[in-house]
């Protein structure tokens, strides 16, 4: 797995398919766009990805992907100002680039059986899910053993298939009354299935989010590998834009604990 991140690559060198990765956070950290920016490296691969954007509509992310591509303020995109002559041929130019990848994207309410049926029609390389929380639950049992079972489900889906699934998941809100925000195994929100079916865990973390008026923080953000099953844990250090809404690599450092 090459996600073209740099550090992430270095302490991840282990993984290999079949995995399921998952990625938490509080809202608003950027886990839509750490699974974009993931995304659009893998694409550019040449890898077969397959994206169930269960939060954004289908043109919203799409929006986002071409904000991340073209470099262009994601928000300024959805004006009439955009498509002035010094943007024009950018958007052209990587809407063609888009219309090249070997992309799905499916923007419905799904349950676990339907999105195994996805990916065993489309058999893709990788699978993004926007996220856990938002699938689509019929069942009678307590939300924790459904969660279970579901993450369960994709790990089988994930082996059967062939393929790694990146799946976000929010986390508990407990944490916002600790001295020190960031987040910890423990923060996974409804199931501690999360934890333990999961290959990797990676967390994002801003400063900025909770101190935005500090320059120190500015665009910094930090990818916790807080489990890894291929290989050691650490703290990567990334650059976040949000107004293109990417992740992109900072320096070349990893602190692995």
């Known amino acids: 797995i090459k996600t073209a991140l740099g550090d992430l690559d270095y302490i991840l060198k282990g993984a290999e398919k079949p995995s399921l990765i998952t990625i938490g956070g509080r809202p608003s950290m950027g886990k839509t766009a750490f699974l974009?920016?993931?995304?659009?490296?893998?694409?550019?691969?040449?890898?077969?990805?397959?994206?169930?954007?269960?939060?954004?509509?289908s043109q919203q992310l799409i929006?986002?992907?071409?904000?991340?591509?073209?470099?262009?303020?994601?928000?300024?995109?959805?004006?009439?100002?955009?498509?002035?002559?010094?943007?024009?041929?950018?958007?052209?130019?990587?809407?063609?680039?888009?219309?090249?990848?070997?992309?799905?994207?499916?923007?419905?309410?799904?349950?676990?059986?339907?999105i195994k049926e996805n990916i065993e029609k489309v058999k893709p390389d990788f699978v993004f899910i926007d996220y856990l929380q938002l699938i689509e639950i019929k069942s009678k049992k307590t939300r924790a053993e459904t969660l279970e079972g579901v993450l369960i489900e994709l790990k089988r889906i994930a082996k059967s298939n062939n393929c790694t699934?990146?799946?976000?998941?929010?986390?508990?809100r407990a944490l916002e009354n600790r001295c020190c925000k960031r987040p910890m195994l423990s923060d996974l929100r409804e199931s501690g299935g999360i934890e333990n079916i999961s290959d990797v865990v990676?967390?994002?973390y801003r400063d900025e989010y909770y101190d935005f008026s500090n320059p120190e923080y500015k665009n910094k953000a930090e990818i916790i590998v807080a489990k890894n099953k291929f290989g050691s844990c650490g703290v990567i250090n990334l650059l976040f834009k949000k107004e293109i809404m990417k992740f992109s690599q900072r320096m070349r450092h990893v602190e692995e604990f």
């Open 36 to 57: 974009t920016t993931i995304l659009i490296n893998l694409l550019k691969q040449k890898k077969k990805c397959l994206f169930f954007s269960l939060d954004l509509s």
């Open 63 to 114: 929006l986002r992907i071409i904000s991340q591509l073209t470099e262009i303020d994601c928000y300024y995109l959805k004006t009439d100002k955009a498509m002035n002559l010094k943007n024009a041929d950018k958007i052209y130019k990587v809407i063609g680039e888009i219309v090249d990848f070997d992309l799905k994207i499916n923007d419905e309410h799904l349950d676990i059986n339907s």
């Open 165 to 172: 699934i990146f799946m976000a998941s929010s986390l508990s």
């Open 202 to 204: 990676l967390f994002i």
